[in-house]
């Protein structure tokens, strides 16, 4: 079942719960004069995550499709978004778009360099190339400098079927207990800890972010600041 909610002013949270790998994946759709999806889910989930979209607005017409690198769950579906809404365009890092996606897209991503901008409309965007962080050469971070909401992709990701919207910090716990979980068996080493790491991450923490958008897991509302730079301590902890 996929549920839609609502975890910023126009920033809609279109989330499918698998529990045959008990986990959630999360879309965020921004409702505004050029629309923009954030992760694009990967193909099975297309047709859910399309029906939820269109509960909200027309899918054709989707102007922006965006996330952080290139992995089945952020753009394993971006050519049926292509195909859906003619005038849509990926955005991404320049070093995702030029390694990756323009092989892989059927019209040519419009890339970002590190600190450029873009609007939506009422909207603006400041893309964050954070390489290896979470994951991968060409990963970079979304923020909407407006109403403070940073898409952070893997970034405090939880598992199971939890709520839509957190302001607890109990989601830096879910976190460490997934760390702990995956070191365990084949999914060790999920997320990479280096010196890139630690700077990334406080470079993200001094945005001031009001919302989270992860994609797994419960998104969270409050003082993203704090929560960010507990995610570099907890990282620390679990994998250093």
């Known amino acids: 079942m996929t549920t839609t909610t609502e975890i910023a002013p126009d920033v809609f949270r279109v989330t499918t719960y698998v529990p045959e790998i008990d986990l959630q994946f999360s879309q965020f759709l921004v409702r505004d004069d050029e629309p923009l999806l954030y992760h694009t889910g990967m193909r099975a989930l297309f047709p859910a995550v399309r029906e939820a979209v269109a509960r909200l607005l027309d899918p054709s017409r989707l102007r922006w499709i965006a996330f952080s690198h ?38 040519p991503a419009q890339p970002l360099l590190d600190g450029e901008t873009f609007s939506t409309g009422h909207k603006r965007f400041r893309l964050l190339a954070t390489p290896h962080v979470p994951h991968c050469w060409e990963a970079s971070h979304l923020f909407e400098e407006t109403d403070g909401t940073l898409f952070s992709s893997d970034l405090l990701h939880q598992a199971g079927d939890v709520e839509p919207l957190s302001e607890s910090e109990d989601v830096l716990e879910r976190h460490r207990r997934v760390q702990l979980e995956y070191q365990k068996g084949p999914f060790a080493n999920y997320f990479p800890f ?6 990334a991450l406080a470079r993200l923490a001094a945005l001031g972010p009001r ?27 679990t994998l250093a």
Do not use: K, Q, Y
Request: glycine content about 10%.
């Open 70 to 107: 290139f992995e089945a769950d952020e753009c394993g579906a971006l050519n049926e978004w292509l195909a859906l809404a003619p005038r849509a365009e990926a955005r991404c890092s320049f070093v995702g778009a030029m390694v990756s996606v323009n092989d892989f897209a059927s019209r």
């Open 194 to 199: 280096s010196p890139l790491t630690e700077p």
């Open 211 to 237: 919302t989270i958008a992860t994609m797994h897991g419960s998104a969270f509302r409050g003082d993203g600041g704090t929560i960010l730079r507990g995610l570099a301590r907890v990282l620390r902890e």
